[in-house]
């Protein structure tokens, strides 16, 4: 970290809106997790059984042999198998002719969105890359503007990028592949993508075409001629996760993927929402999705997501925000979001501690004291915490203040980790709180109306 950095100057030196709500990310994994499961595995329920319905012989299918459909349907399976594995190997080698040898000829709009996404996916460089069906859906519209043999089918894209996924994650797609004579090619790549859960086809690489810039400990996403704030992203980057070493005791050796593109909808992240005030957010990978073993899934880590309107003004406060919260995604996920952004606050405001001195940090405890505590009747709950008009991030982050001073920041961190693997209801969080800190989250709001911070 260095005073001189003009970008990480004290709230009071920022454009408006000031105070921590311009820096700070709208979206951690809880909110995702918690948001996305009920959405993905009823939306699957109700795939999986219009599935049934549909392949059962029913009065318009019922002239098919059921042993001729079963042969068709294994033989489409093996094909559609053959030509998403032809597919993955064609990036490992960098084959761009083998990649587009199985695409639908007469979609040439396609065509030419998949030799970018060829590109991207040589440009990201994965360890690990693999694409397999997970179940055939249906959607009436993609039936219509194709043929009568359309197989829409869910995919499960599983990759490894080297130095950042510490483990192979997954993400979804959707394709649409139709027989044409009597060939399975690749005809369309969006069809499902409504149906798909959060973020799925808005990876990095899914968007226009982009450039990577690699560092220790920093990959960074930009658009492709963009390298120079790609550069510059990746400096604040480092400087961020040297505060988040710093001033969060959990042993992190883990690296950080940022993603900086003219793009409002990227992964799970939305800025188009004007409402919605945000510059950057953390967003889950997934080992396995929600709902693929488990409802809630297993969560694996946690890229970075740039407004794209901040590209400009991301510094190592903001990230040090959001690498707070890559460096605890992979515990679990469990914590309360008031846990999860109190600690992300507590971190970037030791940043600007260590730049401007105190003076400030004090300023702002007092404001959230006298002006954000008043709004609130208890702490934060995790429904509706992101839609919250009071200061939710700033209560928050007294809450983390508070059990720093009574209990010290090695203990946080342990409750930290406590709650972000166990807490996964009211009465596990506030056994977890009680045992390690003599506090309920009831008793710790109570305390937090006497606190008076040291100064
Ligand atoms: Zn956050």
Do not use: C
Request: no cysteine.
């Amino acid at each position: 970290m260095s005073a001189t950095i003009p970008s990480a100057e004290p709230p009071g030196a920022q454009v408006p809106p000031p105070g921590p709500r311009r820096w700070v990310g709208l979206l951690v994994a809880v909110a995702l997790v918690s948001g996305g499961v009920a959405y993905t595995v009823e939306e699957r329920n109700q795939d999986a059984q219009a599935r049934v319905v549909a392949t059962q012989p029913g009065p318009n299918q019922g002239t098919k042999p059921p042993s001729k459909t079963a042969a068709a349907t294994a033989a489409r399976r093996v094909a559609v198998d053959t030509i998403l594995l032809r597919r993955a190997r064609a990036v490992q080698t960098v084959n761009e002719a083998l990649f587009l040898q199985d695409l639908d000829p007469t979609n040439t709009r396609l065509r030419a969105a998949q030799k970018v996404l060829f590109a991207n996916l040589v440009e990201i460089g994965f360890s690990e890359l693999g694409y397999s069906q997970a179940e055939e859906r249906f959607d009436e519209s993609a039936v219509h503007a194709h043929s009568g043999t359309t197989y829409l089918v869910r995919v499960l894209m599983r990759y490894q990028i080297p130095n950042v996924d510490v483990t192979p994650v997954t993400t979804e797609l959707g394709y649409t592949f139709v027989a044409r004579g009597g060939h399975w090619v690749l005809t369309d790549d969006d069809d499902l993508d409504k149906d798909l859960g959060p973020g799925a086809h808005k990876e990095a690489w899914d968007l226009g075409r982009i450039e990577v810039l690699r560092s220790p400990r920093v990959l960074v996403a930009v658009e492709k001629g963009d390298a120079k704030r790609g550069q510059s992203i990746a400096a604040e980057a480092r400087e961020a996760i040297g505060e988040v070493t710093s001033y969060w005791p959990r042993a992190w050796r883990g690296s950080v993927f940022v993603i900086a593109l003219d793009e409002t909808d990227v992964r799970d992240a939305r800025f188009a929402d004007e409402d919605i005030e945000s510059a950057a957010s953390a967003g889950t990978t997934f080992s396995s999705l929600p709902g693929q073993d488990t409802a809630d899934g297993t969560v694996a880590g946690s890229y970075i997501v740039i407004n794209p309107n901040e590209r400009d003004r991301v510094d190592e406060i903001l990230l040090s925000h959001e690498i707070t919260h890559v460096a605890t995604a992979d515990l679990g996920g469990y914590e309360p979001l008031w846990l999860a952004e109190g600690a992300a606050e507590y971190v970037s405001w030791r940043g600007i501690e260590a730049i401007s001195g105190p003076g400030e940090v004090g300023k702002w405890e007092q404001e959230v004291i006298d002006d954000a505590m008043p709004a609130l009747t208890s702490l934060p709950s995790d429904a509706g915490f992101y839609q919250n008009s009071a200061d939710v991030y700033g209560v928050s982050w007294l809450a983390v203040r508070f059990l720093v001073q009574r209990i010290g920041l090695p203990m946080v961190e342990e409750l930290y980790e406590d709650m972000a693997k166990h807490g996964t209801d009211q009465a596990s969080r506030d056994r977890i709180l009680l045992s390690r800190s003599g506090l309920t989250e009831a008793t710790l709001w109570v305390a937090l109306q006497d606190y008076e911070p040291p100064r």
